[in-house]
């Protein structure tokens, strides 16, 4: 605006400089105008060319102001969205670490309540130690008593015993007996108290490490909500003694009885723990690797960022290959791929999956198993990565004429992590560098969504790897 008000001055000051030029002019307004020489004309249209030279740059301005002013509320607009994204996650997070909070400070209570009945467990314990002695000591004094009988009897073996010691002699036996029955209860009972004790050892030692872990939980949560820049989810974590017990996949977890969705640490085999998106399905857990919702997120990311894994778990991320390879050198996985057109028309695709290591630039092997569409990865197997920093496939640029990191087999062709594009794209141009499904046979796919996920291969698919 204020450029607009300079360029208007300049221009009424154009025109008084003219004025004062031609001191004739308001004399001539008030007679009969004489026929203007060549020179006065040209000089005439050359004032009337310069103005309409600045009026049409004043228009150009303006426009150019406006398309600013418009390209500026579109960016706000969307920065408002995703601070509004950001509070939703982080009143989530608030409500998440406040039911740690209650279920910890339960398993407190209960761990002091075992406690306390193991101590008095173990009072009753040495009471009962205690008592067997003594009787130990009055069976072994009976049975010194009773020796010292057997002897007498031996003497009076010839004998006619008198009715009062042989009285004295029942008496004594039916005392033993009773005696052992009462050791053999008393020691069935110690028996069972050991039992009981180490039962509830056992279930303290289980409390302790499951409080263990929930505060493991709970200080990622609090140092989340505290400063939610200072925590990269996609770091590896650094876990206490307790990490060993940490699932390897998310399938693991599916066995243990987890059937909820959501962002959970696990541990593969040689490798630090990192946390991942399991989706419990019918058929077990799967781990997500990579999903394309809203275009939240650039995927024309470095290769150190594909490495280690980027974006937002709840919307468009990916997990990263270092750990895609950490969780396939477990066994046999598949690798399910599901999209979404711009007719909002689903398919899905499987295959058998493996994948080399950081040597190798995560070179990918694929096989087709199943599906409803047709098979756009067959020439990808063998195909190591590539990012806009680090070209690895056979023709060496196409990450310079496509966007984002993938498995190019040749430039153009199948593209899951391009740009994301909120219309169908048109031309080739555009759709190369989109989110693209094309098969070497059948219709070339503009995507809308898209979900990458594995999960171990079934035993009989073991041999095929």
Partial sequence: MKLLLLLLLTVAMSVVVHSEDNPTLPSMALT?????????AKSRFALLDDVRLLANGLLQLGQSLREFVHKTKAQINDIFQKLNIFDHSFYQLSVVTSEIKEEEEELKRTTSYLKANNEEIRNLSLEINSKINSILIERAQLQSKVGSLEEKLKGLSQIMLPPEQIGEISTLKEVIEAQEKTITSLLNAVKEQHEQLDNQKHKIKNLEEKLNNDNFQDTMEKSMDSDPS??????????????KDLPTDCSELYDKGEMNSGVYVIKPNHSEA?????EMTSDGGVTVIQRRLDGSMDFDQTWEKYEKGFGNFERDYWLGLQKLYSVSQQGAHLLRIDIEDWRDVKHWAEYRFSLDGSSAHYALHLSHVSGDMADALANVTGVRFSTKDTAND??????????????????GETNLNGRYQWLRAKGRSMRRKGIHWKPSTGQSLSLKTTKI??????????SLY
């Avoid at 200072?230 to 990490?243: A, I, K, R």
């Avoid at 056979?394 to 430039?411: A, E, K, L, M, V």
């Fill in 274 to 278: 990192f946390n991942v998106y399991c």
């Fill in 453 to 462: 996920s594995i999960r171990p291969a079934p035993a009989a698919s073991d």
């Fill in 32 to 40: 009969t105008p004489p026929h203007p020489t060549p020179t006065e």
């Fill in 394 to 411: 056979i023709q060496r640029n196409c990450p310079r004429h496509s966007t984002g990191g993938w498995w190019f087999d040749s430039c």
């Fill in 230 to 243: 200072s925590l990269d989810t996609f770091e590896y974590l650094t876990v206490n003694s307790t990490g």
